[in-house]
């Protein structure tokens, strides 16, 4: 009686039959996780290169207002008299972001305009109106009108030097300190100068986006 040798062929076909399936689809598995992992760890570089290059940003005209480069802190010589009398810094005021208004004591209407815009802007930040404060620096020491007082109760009325104002807030040619609103930071550096006769949505817009881009103040 002869005895057979196993074929050795149907015995390779029976190990890959039994074992080549299971590797074969662990190894598909493998390569999927790879490109997964490549797929995550690569969106955010194709998502920055998709919005540069197709959704180009338009330099210079995120903002409505003049961005002030180098920004300028609020001088620490700079005081400013309440209608109690006292004299304090009016860096004092830091913490909280400042809608600054400069103009005489007596009001006119451009005054009252800027008065009136920038509670306006600020009324429409919701509950996010807390953190800005606004500010009426007068330059000279007459009376304000009764009718102002009552109008803006919530704008803080200071008196200050006009030569100190016109020191460090920048107009421009054809402009004075009395023709802007200006925006200065919580950190108490001065950051923004919107136009004479603004548009009061677009400074809202401005102040919107910097209260919902910055947890400061």
């Known amino acids: 009686m002869s005895t057979h040798s196993p074929d050795t062929t149907q015995v390779s076909r029976n190990a890959a039959g039994s074992n080549g399936a299971p590797q074969q689809g662990s190894w598909r598995r493998g390569r999927w996780m790879l490109l997964l992992i490549a797929l995550i760890c690569g969106a955010p570089i194709v998502i920055s290169y998709f919005t540069y290059y197709v959704i180009k940003p338009k330099g210079g005209s995120t903002s409505y207002g003049t961005l002030i480069e180098p920004q300028r802190p609020i001088p620490s010589a700079l005081k400013v008299t ?25 009001c006119n209407e451009a005054c009252v305009q800027k008065l009136y815009f920038m509670r306006q802007v600020r009324a429409t930040q919701g509950a996010e109106r807390e953190r800005v404060l606004m ?43 009395t023709d802007h609103i200006y925006l200065v930071d919580p950190n108490g550096n001065l950051m923004e100068r919107f136009p004479a006769h603004a548009d009061p949505s677009k400074i809202k817009q401005d102040v919107t986006k910097l209260l919902k881009w910055s947890r400061i103040g």
């Open 82 to 106: 309440g209608d109690d009398g006292h004299e304090v810094p009016l860096d004092s005021l830091r913490g909280r972001w400042l809608m600054i208004s400069v103009d005489g004591s007596a």
């Open 135 to 177: 500010v009426w620096l007068r330059t000279d020491d007459a009376s304000v009108p009764a009718v102002l007082r009552s109008a803006y109760p919530d704008t803080r009325v200071l008196r200050a030097d006009s030569a100190a104002l016109a020191a460090w807030l920048p107009a421009t040619d054809s402009t004075k300190d």
